[in-house]
């Protein structure tokens, strides 16, 4: 069984950045695409931002133009940079990696990493 594992978050002020890492523990094969979403205390998860195996990005509108999402295709890793940070961003934040296998969609998800931005 692969598992996702998540790195980089933390407490940082407002205006401050972090960067997050997802990598898998084991081979994937037939990766679609890998998300980052994030849930705060009494919300529903929500996508932040997406990358599919062509490179093409999509992003929440709440952050769009402060985070940035790319990957490592080599190492099946998924990264969040995260710019310009605001105390709504707070949240725990999950990675989400889909893959195909016999035309069948499938997905892991991270354990979660807490971000928490102060005002």
């Known amino acids: 069984q692969v598992e996702l594992v998540e790195s980089g978050g933390g407490l940082v002020q407002a205006g401050g950045s972090l960067r997050l890492s997802c990598a898998p523990s084991?081979?994937?094969?037939?990766?679609?695409?890998m998300n980052w979403y994030r849930q705060a205390p009494g919300k529903q998860r929500e996508l932040v931002a997406a990358?599919?195996?062509?490179?093409?990005?999509n992003y929440a509108d709440s952050v769009k133009g402060r985070f940035t999402i790319s990957r490592d295709n080599a190492k099946n890793t998924v990264f969040l940079q995260m710019n310009s940070l605001k105390p709504e961003d707070t949240a725990v934040y999950y990675c989400?990696?889909?893959?195909?296998?016999?035309?069948?969609?499938?997905?892991?998800w991270g354990q979660g990493t807490q971000v928490t931005v102060s005002s």
């Open positions: 989400r990696t889909l893959y195909m296998v016999a035309g069948i969609e499938h997905n892991y």
């Open positions: 084991g081979s994937i094969f037939g990766i679609t695409a």
């Open positions: 990358i599919n195996r062509d490179g093409y990005t």
